[in-house]
């Protein structure tokens, strides 16, 4: 499956930012995710929808001021982050393929990248 990230950009600190993920095909069967690379740093998942919409599970920086959803009739997940602060600066990426509950913050549990949309905060 192919994926395309877009909707990032340059926002104040405190502002909202919707970011979305066009899947060349149906993914009901993989868990979407976000995740997210600041310079210099490694890869960390920011937020998880289960396959078949099972449920979302969120990483403790974004959690309670962040939104993953997603589209299933036309293949595109999405990322809305409130409050958002400089510390979320950072290249986003969306992941697809097969996950379980303890594994779906792991890089390597994914196959299928999208290239990134840079989102800074300041």
């Known amino acids: 499956v192919q994926l395309v990230e877009s909707g990032g950009g340059s926002v104040q600190a405190g502002g909202s930012l919707k970011l979305s993920c066009a899947a060349s095909?149906?993914?009901?069967?993989?868990?979407m995710a976000w995740f997210r690379q600041a310079p210099g740093k490694e890869r960390l998942g920011v937020a998880v929808v289960y396959f078949g919409g099972r449920g979302t599970d969120y990483a403790s920086s974004v959690k309670g001021r962040s939104t993953i959803s997603q589209d299933t009739v036309k293949n595109i997940l999405y990322l809305e982050i409130d409050s958002l602060k400089p510390e979320d600066t950072a290249t986003y990426y969306c992941?697809?393929?097969?996950?379980?509950?303890?594994?779906?913050?792991?890089?390597?549990?994914?196959?299928?990248w999208g290239q990134g949309t840079q989102v800074t905060v300041s």
């Open positions: 992941a697809a393929d097969r996950c379980h509950v303890f594994n779906w913050w792991v890089v390597r549990t994914y196959n299928n």
């Open positions: 095909e149906s993914t009901g069967n993989y868990c």
